[in-house]
Each structure stands twice: as structure tokens, then as C-alpha cells.
């Protein structure tokens, strides 16, 4: 079955350290969505993108956090400099982006800042 | 987008129907109703959407009232790896925030043995 991946599963990281997490959408779709989750304030979107071009990226925190696609293969999200209330949960997800919104989850990258 | 208000959580009987309501008062002619769920420790998972229509898939059937201020998601024979937290979204199909999902805090079912 096709799937969204993510890489790493698990970080753990010094604070003040760069974290970068990587997402490999499903082929074909070509909206590519970023999405936070803690206990307090559950699933958060930080950032989306349509073929490639950043659409919204409102929730994220600009001063440390970026989001790029550098190829239709490959998502990424960057912290630095790293902090504590960046733990989290990210989830990326992708859509065929044809007027449906059956988004498709990846795993999650489990980010422990210490 | 319109606000959606669910139960915090609920509880079935494995092999029963669980039928998950959603309140949404504020939706709007052009909003659809659309079903998530997370299995703990998982990524969200598509369930179920729809418009005016009832809908059924492998997964689900949804039932949206007539005035569409509310829906009901129906798993028809729970299992005990349906327990999970149901998030249900309303937004529109199109626009400048196509594509774009906000979930709320939805309801955790927990399915017994």
C-alpha cells in the first residue's frame, strides 16, 4: 500500500541543537501538510503546500522553524535552534489534491528536546 | 471554518454500533463533514465524508440530519482496535484554504471487551 513516510521515527536532542525531519509524500499527490501534535494543544497545522509552493505556513513559529520541498519526493521541517516546548509529535501528511480531503498520515517523528 | 462540538468520549461494547454525534450548528451550504480517526501512537486515518447525502464505505457510515446542524458517525460492529479518538472536521471543499484541516479535540471511544 502506498504511504507517507517519515524519517526518524524518534529524536531525541539538546536544546540549541538543529533538528531536521523528513517526509516522502505518496506519489502522485501533490499537497504536502505539516502538522504538530501536544498534549495541551492536540494536532496543529504548521505549514502546507500545493505542487511544491508553500500555501500557508501561518502556524509555525518563523524565527526557528522552516519548511521546504525541495523535490515532489520530499518534504522537510527544520528547527533551529532547537527548545524544549518543540517536543512534540510531527506528523506529516499528503493529498491527491483533487477536491477530495482524504489526507494520508505518516507515522510521526516522536522529537524530544532536552 | 465551522466549529464542531463532539463528546469528550464514549464507550462500546465490542461487536456492538457505536454511533459518534457531532454537533455542527454553524456549517455552512458549501461545508463537508469529514470523519478522522487516531489510533494512539498512530497517525491520523481517514474515515468518512459527505455533504447533504448519507454515506457508507468499508469503514463507516455517516448520517447527516436534513438541516445538516449535526451528523452522526456509526461504526456498525466495533472492535477492539477501534478504540481511538473520532475527530470530526467540517470545512469547505474549495477556496484558499483547500486542503486544510483543523481539528478540534474530538472523542475518545474506547471499545470493551
Known amino acids: 500500500d502506498a504511504r507517507v513516510t517519515q524519517t526518524p521515527r524518534h529524536k531525541v536532542t539538546e536544546m540549541g541543537q538543529e533538528v531536521t525531519m523528513r517526509c516522502q509524500p505518496i506519489?502522485?499527490?501533490?499537497?504536502v501538510f505539516w502538522y504538530r501534535q501536544t498534549m495541551m494543544q492536540g494536532l496543529e497545522l504548521l505549514a502546507y503546500?500545493?505542487?511544491?509552493?508553500?500555501?500557508?505556513d501561518s502556524g509555525m513559529p518563523k524565527d526557528r522553524f522552516s519548511a521546504e520541498m525541495p523535490d515532489a519526493t520530499l518534504a522537510t521541517l527544520k528547527i533551529q535552534p532547537s527548545e524544549p516546548r518543540d517536543s512534540a509529535v510531527y506528523f506529516c501528511?499528503?493529498?491527491?489534491?483533487?477536491?477530495?480531503?482524504?489526507?494520508?498520515f505518516g507515522s510521526g517523528t516522536q522529537l524530544s528536546v532536552l | 471554518d465551522a466549529k464542531t462540538t463532539q463528546p469528550t468520549s464514549m464507550d462500546c461494547a465490542e461487536g456492538r454500533a457505536a454511533n459518534l454525534p457531532c454537533n455542527h450548528s454553524?456549517?455552512?451550504?458549501?461545508?463537508?463533514v469529514y470523519w478522522y480517526r487516531q489510533i494512539h501512537s498512530q497517525g491520523p486515518q481517514y474515515i468518512i465524508h459527505?455533504?447533504?447525502n448519507n454515506e457508507t464505505n468499508e469503514m463507516a457510515s455517516l448520517i447527516i440530519t436534513e438541516d445538516r446542524k449535526s451528523s452522526t458517525l456509526i461504526l456498525p460492529h466495533a472492535t477492539l482496535r477501534d478504540t481511538a479518538v473520532y475527530y470530526c472536521?467540517?470545512?469547505?471543499?474549495?477556496?484558499?484554504?483547500?486542503?486544510?484541516?483543523?481539528f478540534g479535540q474530538g472523542t475518545i471511544l474506547t471499545v470493551h471487551p
Open positions: 501528511a499528503s493529498g491527491p489534491g483533487q477536491g477530495s480531503e482524504k489526507l494520508f
Open positions: 506519489l502522485g499527490h501533490n499537497t
Open positions: 503546500f500545493r505542487n511544491r509552493a508553500p500555501l500557508d
Open positions: 454553524t456549517i455552512s451550504g458549501n461545508e463537508y
Open positions: 459527505g455533504l447533504k
Open positions: 472536521i467540517v470545512r469547505p471543499a474549495g477556496g484558499t484554504s483547500y486542503g486544510k484541516l483543523t
